[in-house]
Every structure is written in structure tokens, then in C-alpha cells.
Nanobody, 123 residues
């Protein structure tokens, strides 16, 4: 059974840090592409970061966020530093059960999703 379970969200002041975790139960962790998306109220869901053989970050989080995976724990992380109020959103972990040199940045590219975790950054 495929399952992605996120945790680590919460309320933090601007300039603070959080680390989101996504524990993955799926076909083959090491052969998968993972991404973190976020959706703010009234806005479209957008990709924040993706991890395949390379990594991708949307411009607004470059230098502040880091996506990485731990294959020994079947877990994908998003470390978020210097958080800003505009980072407030529900954050979702997503998995695509293939891993190639191509970077997948669209919601429709991904096969399975977590339930989401709320991140709120106060000013």
C-alpha cells in the first residue's frame, strides 16, 4: 500500500526555521522522484522543490530551502530556513515512481500525494 505521511509543519515567526518530513511507503524509494508542493489560500498549488538525480527549487525559495532524502529511513525532507510570511501554505509531499534525468514540476506528473501539513509564518 502506497502511503506518504508528512509532518513537521507549524507556526513560526518570520526568520525562523522548520523541517518537514515525508515518510514514504511505496514500490521503490530509491527509484522514485519526490517533490514538495504548496498551496496558499486562494492560490494554485505550486512546486517548491523536487529531487530526482538533481534538485530543483522555485526561485522564491532558492538559498533558503533544501530538499533531501534519506534512503535508510524512506523519508524525504524539506528544510526551510529564513521563513517569510509568504511561505505560509499547506505543504504537500508527492511521489512519482520513476527516476530519470528529467525533472518533473507539474502536479499531474506525480502518482501519489500526502495529506498535507500546514506551515504558518507570522510577521
Amino acid at each position: 500500500q502506497v502511503q506518504l505521511v508528512e509532518s513537521g509543519g507549524g507556526l513560526v515567526q518570520a526568520g525562523g526555521s522548520l523541517r518537514l518530513s515525508c515518510v514514504v511507503s511505496g514500490p521503490t524509494f530509491i527509484d522514485a522522484t519526490f517533490a514538495w508542493f504548496r498551496q496558499a489560500p486562494g492560490k494554485e498549488r505550486e512546486v517548491v522543490a523536487a529531487n530526482s538525480f538533481t534538485v530543483y527549487y522555485t526561485d522564491s525559495v532558492k538559498g533558503r530551502f533544501t530538499i533531501f532524502r534519506d534512503s535508510t529511513k524512506n523519508t524525504v525532507y524539506l528544510k526551510m530556513n529564513n521563513l517569510k510570511p509568504e511561505d505560509t501554505a499547506v505543504y504537500y509531499c508527492a511521489a512519482k515512481w520513476t527516476r530519470t534525468s528529467k525533472m518533473y514540476l507539474n502536479q499531474g506528473d506525480y502518482d501519489d500525494w500526502g495529506q498535507g501539513t500546514q506551515v504558518t509564518v507570522s510577521s
